[in-house]
């Protein structure tokens, strides 16, 4: 009879919550694994074109660092694989993580890692049009835009940093906002108002995505006064904000009315023996030294948690 093999420690999640856990379990000698579903690892941070706020590592851009976490972590001998989880049993002092292959996992403790993912608008054309013109993310798509005319939809940080992107490239880009300020950075927000390229839209939203075969035009309604017109673009980047990538433990997990996970910094949640880090769990501030901390933070609740059981 083969005895399965029960680890310390099951990392969920590759971005750079789940590569600091590494690190850090790495050093502290537990016996673990990271799962990630993705080929690429690295999470939502490869997606960004410029990281110029990560201590040490001036004007980076995001794929070089996500690669830099995963390098550190492959020099330390961390293993990993790459799977998705189809359900986690936490019912018991030992869980059971199942694979979608069929393959089952057993764990004294888990690191939920597994980030956020993009908002939708929720507009008729969106998903018709969804990689046909319609994207979520300037610095994957940015390049087939070239010298064309796009428009960015959100507030934010993502949606500033994705219009400064887009105007390196493209003839025209209009940022959508549905307010008549906007939520990012300052330095972010000087930056595109003096973009000679960018023309910000204010009090705006986007009502339909139009197009046959690829994107050809949006309808747009201002909020105040409820007037409806249309605009030709050739790409539309929507940056609206997220919510949590995984519905693990769904119903068992406590978490706030957004879906992210309940957990303080130190990642204990609701669960006996599941942790959480990273931009899946429920804080005000969701950025990589942030998500860095957690996996740290996490690591440390995980020895506790070992020690006393």
């Known amino acids: 009879m083969k005895i399965m093999k029960i680890y310390d420690l099951v990392i969920i999640g590759s971005g750079p ?7 850090y379990a790495q050093r502290a000698m537990l016996d673990f694994i990271v799962i990630e579903k993705e080929y690429m690892p690295g999470g939502q941070v490869v997606q960004t074109y410029e990281v ?37 049993n936490a019912d018991n002092e030992i869980k059971e993580i199942i694979l979608k292959n069929g393959d089952i996992l057993k764990t004294k403790t888990i690191i939920l890692a597994t980030g956020a993912v993009h908002q939708t608008l929720g507009v008729e054309g969106e998903e018709k049009l969804k990689g046909m013109g319609v994207s979520y993310c300037a610095t994957c798509d940015g390049a087939f835009f070239r010298n064309k005319v796009t428009a960015v939809v959100g507030g934010g940080n993502v949606a500033l940093e994705d219009a400064l992107f887009l105007s390196r490239m493209c003839e025209k880009v209009y940022l959508i906002h549905r307010r008549d300020e906007f939520r ?66 769904s119903g068992k997990l406590s978490t706030d009315e957004k879906g992210y996970i309940i957990a303080g910094e130190d990642g204990v949640t609701n669960i006996p023996g599941i942790f959480a880090a990273g931009d899946g769990r429920s804080k005000n501030l969701r950025q990589v030294v942030t998500a860095v901390s957690d996996g740290a933070n996490c690591v440390y609740s995980v020895e506790r948690y070992l020690q006393n059981a």
Request: hydrophobic share 40%.
């Open 52 to 88: 110029d706020n990560y201590p040490g590592i001036p004007k980076t851009n995001g794929m070089d660092l996500g690669m830099k976490f995963s390098e550190h972590a492959k020099e330390l001998g961390v293993e990993s694989i790459t799977a998705e989880v189809k359900e986690i």
């Open 184 to 249: 990012g950075a300052k330095i972010l927000q000087d930056e595109v108002k003096k973009n000679d390229k960018i023309e910000i839209l204010w009090n705006t939203i986007v009502t339909k995505i139009e197009g046959d075969e690829v994107v050809q035009s949006i309808q747009l309604q201002d909020v105040d006064n409820h007037v409806d017109k249309s605009l030709d673009v050739d790409g539309i980047f929507i940056a609206v904000g997220t919510k949590p990538a995984s519905k693990l433990l």
């Open 17 to 23: 919550a789940g590569m600091s856990a590494a690190i």
